[in-house]
């Protein structure tokens, strides 16, 4: 379902790096409907139902139960489950904070099957802004409207790819950069060489007025370990059904520290672990090696001084 990654490929929400919004959305669909859920997303179902992988569409439909599905004892699909939902209520709270705090813009990068415009309580005059390649933008707009749902705060959508000139088509969506922002890069790094990580970030920083806020993750692992840790994720998933090989949509390579490299950028860094996270979240961190791709990840929030 996957092809190698190029400097010049695409993808829609059945392929290559789209495919994984899928996975998580499919995530998501599942921790709302868990018996003590930290998260609520009533649109992550049918967004996945549309996208029609034959897999996640089942998972949605529960005709494969997260708690029962496991490969040699080990609840894959609960496991990483339970880390999506963890993450979403991390960048779900950042929002809803920056939001009550008065930045009243936010921008969702690579925003894939987010539902955040439709679903966070967004206060009046609050836009938001999604970036995300044309074909995605489309299905999901259209996806939404076909379902009736109606954004908490006003929409725009950005259709371009990140390795373009995305800042100038922010600007021209109404991006106003001498006023604060709330930004997000939410399950994005990993897809980014090295060198365009660190470009991402000054581009953010560029258009960053002080008192913005920035939430993303990153590993601290480089590029290769991160593919051998994908690899492994994709033969237990496939065990499952699934025919989404992550392995070839990361990129190799030494990267820098992301809480140094916005640190020296003049950003304060607050930065916790997943396990910090499951913790504050009510959810138990599992003591096996079920999380090993998830156990460094790092979740942070910066602020522009």
């Known amino acids: 379902m996957t092809m190698p990654r190029s400097d010049t490929d695409s993808w829609d929400l059945a392929s290559s790096v789209g495919a994984t919004a899928t996975m998580v959305a499919a995530a998501r669909a599942l921790a709302t409907e868990d018996d003590d859920p930290i998260i609520n997303d009533p649109f992550a179902g049918p967004l996945v139902r549309a996208v029609g992988i034959d897999f996640f569409t089942r998972v949605v439909d529960g005709e494969i139960d997260p708690a029962a599905a496991s490969v040699d004892g080990d609840k894959e699909l609960q496991t ?62 259209g996806t939404m409207a076909r379902l009736g749902a109606e954004p908490t705060a006003e929409r725009r959508t950005v259709s371009v790819d990140l390795r373009d000139d995305w800042p100038a088509a922010l600007r021209d969506s109404g991006f106003d950069a001498t006023k604060p922002s709330a930004w997000s890069a939410e399950g994005l790094l990993m897809y980014l060489p090295p060198e365009a990580q660190d470009r991402l970030f000054d581009h953010i920083t560029a258009l960053s007025a002080p008192g913005s806020r920035l939430a993303t993750e990153y590993h601290p692992d480089n590029g290769s370990t991160m593919a051998e840790r994908g690899q492994a994720m994709s033969d237990r998933w496939a065990n499952l059904g699934c025919d989404v090989d992550l392995s070839g949509l990361f990129y190799e390579g030494d ?51």
Request: no cysteine; charged share 25%; proline share 4%.
């Open 80 to 141: 990483e489950t339970d880390s999506l939902a963890v993450r979403t209520r991390f960048f779900d709270e950042f929002f809803v904070d920056a939001a009550e705090a008065g930045i009243g813009q936010a921008v969702i990068l690579a925003a894939g099957l987010d539902a955040r415009a439709y679903r966070l309580p967004w206060p009046a005059g609050t836009v938001v802004y999604e970036v995300d390649q044309p074909q995605v933008v489309a299905f999901k707009t």
């Open 255 to 305: 990267r820098n520290n992301v809480a140094d490299y916005l640190g020296d950028r003049g950003w304060r860094v607050h930065a916790r672990n997943r396990r910090e996270l499951f913790g504050e979240y009510g959810r138990a961190f599992p003591g096996d090696d079920a999380l090993a791709a998830f156990r460094n990840i790092v979740s942070l929030i910066a602020t522009r001084t």
